[in-house]
């Protein structure tokens, strides 16, 4: 099956690729999830969309991933959320959390899709997120997850 992917999708692409992926997995996963759209000469034209908006959003080069990687190595993020005896949270801490608290502490703005948390935070403590800034550039920024009072 050939389509059109929308968002990125791990191990497959970015949004605007054409892939071929097997029907299975296009139409049980990618297609009802809005990942992607199928390919037909339409939509071949929507590509020119998606990489438009996509290339407004991404980082421009090497060397703006490296700024951003400085900046991001320098920042003390501190995210208070409701927790209950022993540490542990009521819900969990999602990336769009952690990209507002960057904001919040004066960093950069990130994609929260570029975010690699590890695993799923639940307690409160210090975790080490990592953002995936540019195919060659990877920044690692700690998280301090304090109970709110």
């Known amino acids: 099956m050939k389509i059109i992917l929308t968002q990125e999708v791990s191990g497959l692409g970015t949004p605007g690729d054409v892939v ?3 029907n299975g997995y296009g139409r049980n996963y990618l ?3 809005g990942f992607a759209i ?3 000469k339409g939509a071949e ?3 020119v969309v998606i990489k438009r908006a996509r290339e407004a959003r991404e980082i421009r080069d090497l060397g703006q991933a490296n700024e951003v990687k400085g ?3 320098g920042l003390k993020v ?3 959320a409701r927790s209950g005896n022993g540490g542990r949270l009521f819900g969990s801490i999602t990336p769009a959390e952690i990209v507002d608290a960057v904001k ?3 960093g950069p703005a990130l994609d929260r899709r570029r975010l690699e948390l590890p695993g ?3 307690t409160t403590g210090s975790y080490n997120v990592q953002v995936k800034l540019h195919p060659e550039v990877t920044a690692t920024f700690p998280v301090n997850v304090v109970a709110a009072k």
């Open 20 to 22: 071929e992926v097997k």
């Open 31 to 33: 297609l009802p999830q």
């Open 38 to 40: 199928r390919w037909s």
């Open 45 to 47: 034209k929507q590509v």
């Open 71 to 73: 900046q991001l190595s």
């Open 78 to 80: 501190t995210l208070s």
């Open 104 to 106: 919040a502490a004066g």
């Open 120 to 122: 799923h935070i639940k």
